[in-house]
């Protein structure tokens, strides 16, 4: 018992330096020299539509304030389904410029439990999902710019719904937005041919599945298999559901513990300390009651 107490002091003493360690580099942010153990960072390949000035739009409060402001100065009018459709095209402009290609993760200088959590089990756990901290990156996967897109319109009460499309090569992610009755499609990171699609008064992806010549000519940029193998193959999220419940439950959890971990394991080490050192005492006590039991 005791050498189990001792060697239970040593791993909680241990995983409380190394967190206490983790948590002050972090709040060094891009200096912590833990980052090199990151994952790599995307390069923009000067072909998507990013303007990086558009990096102050670092939270979703902020990117929302700007599209009403474009939204305002546009002079657009009209009744409830008119806006959705303008201010949607607005926030899909924004989208595009905001961004360039590139999954974004958390790190030793934003939150170090994610990553070594994702290390040791699902690789994916620390692909952030957190609207606001995506927000805090230049680049952004299919997943993650729909987020934030379909986040926008939520604050505008737009309703919304994910498309999961996974081919036998690779898969995507994009959504629907709902007005005029029927649902529109949108695809901020792969970036369809928008004139394409609005000639059609964006039609959803039922129907580009159904008129594969429309949706190549959508995506002319990519190779015709490519598109064909993803596109046949959709799920729908639910209607104006987080499309990944689960992912922001984990991430706000383990960006708290990244902060405040080192307590726990301290708090763990000082209640078995305690344990340790009374344990001599505990067995004094029983060697006492069978030296001298109760008459």
């Not at 959590?117 to 997943?143: E, N």
């Not at 193959?233 to 689960?246: C, L, M």
Request: charged share 20%; with cysteine; proline share 5%.
């Amino acid at each position: 018992m005791k050498r189990i107490l001792f060697g239970t002091q040593v791993i909680l003493f241990g995983l409380f330096g190394f967190s206490l360690m983790a948590t002050i580099l972090q709040l060094f942010g891009q200096s912590n020299p833990l980052t090199q153990f990151d994952h790599n960072e995307p390069v923009y390949d000067h072909i998507e539509q990013y303007d990086p000035s558009l990096a102050r739009l670092n939270s979703i409060d902020k990117l929302r304030k700007y599209c009403d402001s474009l939204y305002q100065a546009s002079g657009f009018t009209g009744h409830q389904d008119q806006f959705i459709r303008d201010y949607t095209g607005i926030v899909s402009s924004v989208i595009r410029k905001r961004f360039f290609f590139g999954y974004s993760y958390y790190g030793f200088n934003s939150n170090y439990m994610a990553l070594l959590m994702s290390k040791a089990t699902i690789h994916g756990l620390s692909a952030i999902v957190i609207p606001d901290d995506i927000l805090k990156y230049p680049f952004a996967a299919c997943s993650q710019q729909s987020i934030v897109f379909m986040e926008v319109l939520h604050a505008k009460g737009i309703a919304t719904r994910k498309i999961s499309l996974k081919g036998k090569i690779s898969g995507h992610f994009c959504f629907e937005v709902f007005y005029n009755g029927g649902w529109h499609f949108h695809d901020p990171s792969l970036e369809p041919d928008r004139n394409v699609l609005n000639s059609y008064d964006r039609p959803g992806i039922v129907f580009l599945v159904s008129h594969r010549n429309i949706l190549l000519k959508a995506y002319n940029r990519y190779p015709p298999d490519e598109i064909l193998d993803i596109f046949p193959n959709y799920t729908y999220g639910d209607i104006n559901k987080f499309p990944a419940p689960r992912a922001i439950i984990f991430q706000k959890l383990t960006k708290f513990l990244s902060y405040t971990g080192w307590l726990f394991f301290l708090t763990a080490f000082l209640a078995i300390r305690r344990k340790y050192l009374q344990l001599p005492q505990l067995r004094t006590g029983v060697e006492s009651q069978e030296l001298f039991p109760a008459i």
